[in-house]
């Protein structure tokens, strides 16, 4: 009966594992509830009767459960082969916008003109201001941070071209008081033969010097009327020619070009040498086609240098050529002149038409006259050397 009985007690313990096995749980709180009960001991909630209703509640949470885990795999899975496949991506999208940027800044450059009134040119009595462009160039570095570099490029234009065969251009800072000296080639007056020889390479100038040669007054190379001053002595002056006289002035090829020196004394003697000489004079000469046009071209570009002309005069002579002066003046006893020469009404064959421009330095005269009366006195010093010497040669 015992033996029985054992067996009966193993059998309802085994039975009961077999049901705690299964799983009677709670469907609301998910705790282990007793077989048969009709509400749940842990949260009270009310208990289907069917056996089967637990073990589906179980089976759906185990279900639900295993959906999220492999749900959770797969994300995982896809972030692991997105990563590589953004990593390749981002860098090109960040050039094209990149790209995009530049060719939309550099698209857009700014240019500004603005008016800026430059140092003031002689104008006698007119005040002229000269327009400057400024460019400016904008440039933008392709990059996040947008960084912008500006350049800036300043452009000054002259009417007047500086070629090392036109004058250079020489500004005014008052317009009314001249305060420009007008020279010839920037070379100052009162330069020597030798200096100016050295400073004009390109033209290669060579002289005419000697009692045989005409002293050439501030008139004869302005008007070139030969109403010169009467010097009592000859041979006091240089001329300078250029083998190289056919050069660009102003866009104008020049027939001839003449400088005009006069001797200077040194310590009371007159050398007659290069370098003891002074510059005061220099002349361009034109044969051009259109004489009208020519004139009025150069007219304005040395008005655009000098001013507007001082003085203009006309005058004709009897074989019916007509003349036209037009006259500058500047600092320090300073002129140039323009002379016209239209021969279109003239009788004679040997004529032409011509301009003249003649750059002077007033004191020109003075310095004539100084030479001559220093040589003057040389040759009377020089003849009371030899008053009681006893020398009766050649007698």
């Known amino acids: 009966m015992e033996e029985n ?7 309802e313990s085994t039975t009961q594992e077999s049901n705690s096995t299964n799983g009677m749980f709670c469907p609301s709180c998910g705790s282990r509830i007793s077989e048969g009960s009709s509400f749940c001991s842990h949260c009270g909630a009310k208990l289907n009767s069917d056996k089967d209703s637990g073990m589906k509640t179980i089976s ?3 279900k639900h459960s295993s959906g999220i885990v492999a749900w959770l795999i797969t994300l995982a899975v896809v972030l692991i082969l997105l990563v590589p496949i953004c990593s390749f991506l981002i860098p090109l999208v960040s050039v094209s916008t990149s790209d995009d940027s530049n060719s939309s800044s550099t698209s857009t450059t700014t240019q500004v003109t603005t008016s800026v009134p430059e140092l003031t040119t002689i104008t006698r009595g007119t005040t002229k201001e000269t327009t400057v462009t400024t460019v400016t160039e904008t440039t933008t570095t392709p990059a996040t941070t947008m960084t912008t570099e500006t350049t800036t490029k300043a452009t000054t234009t002259t009417t007047v071209p500086t070629t090392e065969s036109s004058p250079k251009i020489t500004f005014a800072t008052s317009v009314q008081n001249k305060t ?3 020279t010839f080639r920037d070379i100052p007056w009162g330069t020597s033969y ?4 050295e400073l004009l390479s390109d033209l290669d100038l060579w002289k005419l010097a000697g009692e045989s040669y005409k002293i050439y007054s501030v008139e004869d190379i302005t008007l070139g009327d030969y109403k010169e001053i009467s010097f009592e002595k000859n041979d006091i002056n240089i001329i300078g020619n250029t083998w190289n006289s056919h050069i660009d002035v102003a866009g104008y090829t020049t027939e001839d070009i003449t400088l005009f020196f006069a001797y200077v004394p040194v310590d009371g003697v007159l050398t007659k040498t290069e370098e003891d000489s002074a510059l005061y004079g220099a002349r361009y000469e034109f044969k051009p086609e259109n004489l009208s046009e020519a004139a009025d071209d150069l007219k304005e570009k040395l008005s655009s240098l000098y001013g507007e002309p001082d003085s203009t005069k006309t005058d004709s002579d009897i074989w019916g050529n007509k003349y036209t002066y037009i006259t500058w003046t500047g600092k320090r006893n300073t002129e140039v ?16 038409d011509e ?6 330095w007033l004191k020109g005269d003075e310095l004539l006259q100084t030479a001559c009366d220093t040589l003057i006195q040389n040759e009377k010093d020089a003849e009371s050397k030899v008053y009681g010497d006893g020398s009766t040669g050649g007698l």
Request: hydrophobic share 35%; aromatic share 12%; charged share 25%.
């Open 337 to 352: 002149v323009m002379k016209i020469c239209d021969s279109s009404q003239c009788s004679l064959s040997f004529y032409y």
């Open 5 to 11: 009985k054992n067996e009966q007690n193993s059998l």
């Open 194 to 197: 030798a200096d100016a020889k």
């Open 355 to 360: 301009i003249y421009i003649s750059y002077v």
């Open 180 to 182: 420009v000296e007008i």
């Open 60 to 62: 759906e949470k185990k």
